[in-house]
């Protein structure tokens, strides 16, 4: 009975803290919200506590939410989209790998929190992955929120002011820009909730079980993929979404103590390297994108910037930018990163 009540006020304070930074118009405000309220309460009274199956939890509706995030229309794009998934993604990598060790040697962070920190994954999503793959889940938090608020409130407007002293005439030698509107499934029942919540619980429950690096969180993926884009019957709103990200403030809040609150001073550095190294990513493969796949520079430098998919398909419409290939590449950076990162850092830090 103490523990439930420990749960519910743990829940309460985070939500409260939450939904303030959030109204504050802070990138992932819901998160840092509740990562701070759920930090305080455990920092000051020694009260807060989320079992440890929360994560298992959190796991399964965020792959929810990412499998969801196809559409039909969007399968139909790949063909002519493989190309610059694969220099995307290539890139993202190399940035990955290469800014992980490079935090490792120059901080106190282990290796599967330097590499998770640069992972360029959904916000409240990594850090429960990294958590559960046995890295310092509240200082991979940290990081990504830094690379959030980057990709949502800095890279766009450089993109913008880089591409304003541009010579328009020679970005409109690039091809017109795909104006098809992406197909949105119109599912929105509580049948196809039931029935995707279903479906990512029970192969979460069995990826759980496989012994693979977040197991539960790819199985989510591609099983409500599947149903999705196979039966057009998957629906999550986005207030779920909103939940889960509060639930995971909870779990790492909660785990947060003084001694990591002083040892918060140790990632200057490692943010130094994330801020440059995702700046040079957005730059170098934004002109590789341009020069080989027929995007403007402005298109290109979008597709390459960190942040949510969400976040990029209005950022993009915001900038004047049409073409919807931006938030499907957008898209495929969630599904592709988070259900095979993990796993190439796994596999590395078996050899380390």
Same mark, same amino acid.
């Given at each position: ?16 803290f939450g ?6 118009k ?24 989320v079992?440890?199956?929360t ?10 939410f990412?499998g ?9 794009r ?22 992980g060790?490079l ?11 330097s ?16 958590a559960?793959m ?21 890279f ?13 005439s ?23 909730? $039931? ?8 192969? *979460?429950? &069995?990826? #759980? =079980? +496989? ?41 790492l ?12 001073r140790?990632l ?7 801020? $440059?190294?995702?700046m ?5 493969? *934004?002109? &590789?994108? #341009? =020069? +080989? ?8 430098m ?5 942040a949510?998919a ?28 988070m259900?095979?990162?993990?796993q ?9």
């Amino acid at each position: 009975m103490e523990l439930l009540l420990k749960l519910l006020i743990t829940i309460l304070i985070s939500s409260c803290f939450g939904l303030l930074v959030n109204k504050l118009k802070v990138p992932g405000g819901l998160l840092v919200g509740a990562i701070v309220g759920a930090a305080l309460l455990n920092i000051l009274f020694s009260a807060a506590y989320v079992p440890t199956q929360t994560k298992l939890l959190i796991q399964i509706i965020a792959g929810a939410f990412i499998g969801c995030s196809m559409e039909k229309s969007d399968v139909k794009r790949l063909p002519q989209i493989i190309k610059p998934t694969i220099i995307m993604i290539t890139g993202l990598l190399i940035l990955n790998l290469g800014a992980g060790v490079l935090i490792h040697w120059v901080s106190p962070l282990d290796w599967v929190t330097s590499f998770m920190s640069v992972v360029p994954g959904g916000i409240s999503d990594t850090p429960i992955i990294a958590a559960v793959m046995g890295a310092d889940g509240p200082k991979v938090a940290v990081m990504q929120i830094v690379r959030q608020v980057l990709g949502i409130g800095v890279f766009p407007l450089l993109i913008l002011t880089y591409d304003n002293q541009r010579n328009k005439s020679e970005e409109n030698a690039y091809r017109e820009a795909y104006k098809e509107k992406r197909q949105k499934s119109e599912t929105k029942s509580w049948q196809a909730l $039931l029935c995707a919540l279903l479906v990512a619980t029970i192969f *979460g429950l &069995v990826g #759980s =079980k +496989t012994g693979i690096p977040a197991g539960t969180f790819v199985f989510s993926i591609i099983s409500v993929l599947i149903l999705k884009l196979q039966f057009d019957f998957a629906y999550l709103p986005r207030w779920l979404k909103k939940f889960a990200q509060i639930l995971s403030g909870c779990y790492l809040g909660s785990t947060i103590l003084m001694s990591d609150v002083l040892e918060l001073r140790f990632l200057l550095i490692p943010i130094i390297i994330i801020i $440059l190294g995702y700046m040079a990513n957005c730059f170098v493969t *934004g002109i &590789v994108l #341009s =020069k +080989t796949c027929g995007f403007t520079r402005k298109e290109a430098m979008l597709i390459t910037t960190p942040a949510g998919a969400s976040d990029m398909a209005l950022i993009a419409s915001d900038m004047g930018v049409e073409n919807t290939d931006v938030a499907i590449l957008q898209i495929l950076r969630a599904v592709i990163v988070m259900t095979f990162f993990p796993q190439i850092i796994s596999l590395i830090l078996h050899f380390l």
